[in-house]
């Protein structure tokens, strides 16, 4: 039984440290989101940081403040959504899709 014990310990070890590593790999990925037909884009980093934003003049009008508000708010969430599924996705493979609390 201690050899079973041992080999699953390694196993665990090695996983362990696969998942460390595509955390980093993870972590230097982007992704983009845009809205307004391209109005705005916003890049966000796998830590779940916002990277980047770009606006295009058009869209800032003193006029209509709100929209552009509106407008970084769901190019901001969905960036990060991405980042959020990205992870799991990538987690997944790797964990065979066993939840393991903690990791994402």
């Known amino acids: 039984m201690g050899g079973n014990m041992n080999k699953m310990m390694k196993q665990v070890q090695k996983m362990q440290t696969q998942m460390a ?15 307004g037909g391209g109005a705005v884009k916003v890049v966000a980093n796998g830590k779940q940081e916002i990277v980047s934003i770009e606006i295009q003049p058009e869209a800032v009008d003193p006029e209509d403040v709100e929209m552009l508000q509106d407008l970084i708010l769901t190019a901001t969430n969905d960036a990060l959504k991405q980042v959020r599924d990205m992870m799991n996705t990538e987690m997944g493979k790797l964990t065979g899709g066993m939840n393991i609390p903690g990791l994402t």
């Open 21 to 35: 590593k595509m955390q980093e790999e993870l972590n230097e990925r982007t992704l983009e989101s845009t809205a």
